[in-house]
């Protein structure tokens, strides 16, 4: 059974950083790319970007380009999403999301984590 | 920046069959697959089409995805509406390497 755990609740002041994890298991980590969603309160999906499990190749939205870091560590099948220089509007719930493998063109997510909230105030 | 558009909300009887459309901004719709996702509150979202009118496992034929290239949009139409369909809605493609959602659609289910 394929899960994705991701990291508890945050709470940062603005200009802060945060660093939210992804623990996959169930599959093979490294076969299929893994992507970050976030959603604002009350909003929709807004995506951020990508990473190659294999490789580490990450590719960013460019709203998110200098600004967020993606990482993974595959001896413990773990995913990272660090967002720096944080201001309030950064407040929203993280989401992990695997690639799923019946995906034309690598574009659909099977699996998502359950969220983690990042809450940004002073 | 490529857009998908969709309507804020739709609302329909138990039983009726409802229509959300995500309609692009440029370009073809037709030439990049679309997914859709539902999300119940303070839930993730699950797939319930990829590559514009596949149904995943487990999600029930009621479900069903279509594209029309002459209005540059996707459909996603649920029949048979149970009140369990009451969720956010959302249209998700990809253009150029860059993933985009729709700005999802509230369903309600009266």
């Known amino acids: 059974q394929i899960h994705l755990v991701q990291s508890g609740a945050e709470v940062k002041k603005p200009g802060a950083s945060v660093k939210v994890s992804c623990k996959a298991s169930?599959?093979?980590?490294?076969?299929?790319?893994m992507h970050w969603v976030r959603q604002a309160p009350g909003q929709g999906l807004e995506w951020m970007g990508w990473?190659?499990?294999?490789?580490?190749?990450?590719d960013y939205a460019q709203k998110f380009q200098g600004w967020v870091t993606m990482t993974r560590d595959t001896s413990i099948n773990t995913a990272y999403m660090e967002l720096s220089r944080l201001k309030s509007d950064d407040t929203a719930v993280y989401y992990c999301?695997?690639?799923?493998?019946?995906?034309?063109?690598?574009?659909?997510?099977?699996?998502w984590g359950q969220g983690t909230l990042v809450t940004v105030s002073s | 920046n490529f857009m998908l558009t969709q309507p804020h909300s739709v609302s329909e009887s138990p039983g009726k069959t409802v229509i959300i459309s995500c309609t692009g901004s440029?370009?073809?719709?037709?030439?990049?697959?679309v997914q859709w996702y539902q999300q119940r509150p303070g839930s993730a979202p699950t797939i319930v089409i990829y590559?514009?009118?596949?149904?995943p496992s487990g999600v029930p034929d009621r479900f069903s995805g279509s594209i029309d290239g002459s209005s540059n949009s996707a459909s996603l139409t649920i029949s048979r509406l149970k009140t369990e369909d009451e969720a956010d809605y959302y249209c998700?493609?990809?253009?150029?390497?860059?993933?985009?959602f729709g700005g999802g659609t509230k369903l309600t289910v009266l």
């Open positions: 999301a695997k690639v799923g493998p019946y995906c034309t063109n690598g574009v659909c997510y099977d699996y």
């Open positions: 998700q493609s990809s253009v150029s390497g860059n993933w985009v």
């Open positions: 169930g599959y093979t980590f490294t076969d299929y790319y």
């Open positions: 590559d514009d009118n596949q149904r």
């Open positions: 440029s370009g073809s719709i037709a030439s990049n697959y």
């Open positions: 990473i190659n499990p294999i490789t580490g190749d990450t």
